[in-house]
């Protein structure tokens, strides 16, 4: 499968035809009698929805403006599709029992690897769409039917079922996607060798889903660059494996408009009004994300001593208004590109990492959740210290976005960076990022 067939990160198709398809026929499934009771998350919502005199006519009329901004042609428009509030939760109802498959289907037109956001589609783009997905209520009710969801995909082994697809057809996008650095292949590793798996074990000796999307390179595979001298404090690394957004953004304000179309970074709103947001003004912000196919953990970019961790609710499926049907081009995968918007509103981790290296300053670190995708997962703790190169934390159940904050004054000499964007779609985790020039 070529990856142009695929937005940034590799989550859904490009061709909204073929989201339509793969929604047409959850909607088919979610009229069978084995989904006839909703999960109780989806129970609740519903209630709160139903209760609210805001919430209610937004819930529906979210897919009105959707339908009405439909250009398919009449005969596509026919098949089924999410007409509106109570068909949305019977989709989420059966999606709560399935891990994200990679099957004929998928090997056809393209992975689904945001079925809950393949649902809501253009909906999420609407007027009516981005006042719903912001409330607090609503991210409330949809952090618990994730949770829900997450707890099928990390214990229960039904979950493992969709992995023969995966390490079958799937398998040699994902040695392609890890064998990629850049502008092109560096290494030509099968998956056994990228990747700690038990080949002779059913499922490779992945038990559930989560186990396969969190799994962890094979010793050396990822060294710490430079390689002659990995200590070398001048020398900051790629926290994730990842591919770079935008260029990266110097002279951060405080507060800036993040909502508008031109998007900018915030601080205060990034930071959640975090005591050290000033001492990040003025400095620069370096963002990339993650692919579907790819590695899910985040690794420090420095040595040194971890501050402060802080997990920070905020929303799921909110999306920048001018990235959907305001600005012209409704797009399914939206938050792909509104991820500046997302850096301040959607559920995300924040680790502040003091660098060894006095010239760096303090590092902020900060891993945000996209749609589905916002289980953010730290696994270090205040008071640690970490060297370049070690874990920090990982996305469960998918992964997103993350991005790095350098304070003023730091001068940086940017290490293999495209010069238009997008460009290439993978950068190793621990490979060099920058150069401290101080």
Known sequence: MDH????????????????????????????????????????A??????????????????????????????????????????????????????????????????LIGFPFNAVLDTAMGTAAGYQFFLDSDVNRCLRAIITKWGQYLQHDKDSARVLQGWLSK???EMEKKGNECGDGPVTKLTFVQLYQCDPSAPNHGFRCWDDFFTRKFQPGVRPVHPKENPDDPRFIVHACESAPFQAPVRGVQRTDNFMAKNQRYSLQDMLDSDPMVDYFVGGTV??????????????????????????????????????????????????????????????????????????????AFLAIGMAEVSSCEATVA????????DELGMFHFGGSSYVLIFR???????????????????????????????
Not at 52 to 79: G, Q, V, W, Y
């Open 170 to 172: 799937g398998i040699h």
């Open 45 to 110: 919502f519903q209630h709160v929805v139903d209760r609210s005199p805001l919430l209610k006519p937004l819930s529906n009329n979210m897919f009105t403006e959707a339908a009405n901004n439909d250009s398919r042609p009449f005969r596509d428009r026919e098949k089924p599709r999410v007409k509106d509030f109570e068909s949305m939760l019977r989709c989420f109802n059966v999606l709560m029992r399935r891990a994200p498959p990679w099957d004929d289907a998928e090997e056809k037109s393209g």
């Open 286 to 363: 370096y963002q990339a994300f993650l692919s579907a196919l790819s590695f899910h953990r985040w690794h420090t970019p420095v040595s040194g001593t971890i501050l402060s961790v802080r997990n920070i609710l905020g929303t799921y499926y909110s999306e920048n208004f001018y990235q959907g049907l305001f600005g012209g081009h409704a797009d399914a995968a939206a938050p792909n590109n509104s991820q500046p918007y997302i850096a301040s509103v959607a559920t995300r981790m924040l680790i502040f990492i003091k660098a060894d290296n006095p010239a760096i300053g303090v590092v």
């Open 4 to 43: 142009a067939t695929h937005r940034v990160g590799y989550w859904l198709p490009k061709d909204k035809a073929i989201i339509r398809e793969w929604v047409a026929t959850i909607v088919e499934i979610s009229h069978e009698s084995r989904y006839s009771e909703l999960d109780p998350t989806l129970v």
């Open 408 to 438: 003023p004054g730091l001068e940086l000499l940017w290490c293999g960076l495209p010069t238009a964007y997008p460009g290439p779609t993978n950068y190793h985790v621990n490979s060099v990022l920058a150069v401290v020039n101080n």
């Open 382 to 389: 205040p008071g640690q210290h970490v060297k370049k190169g």
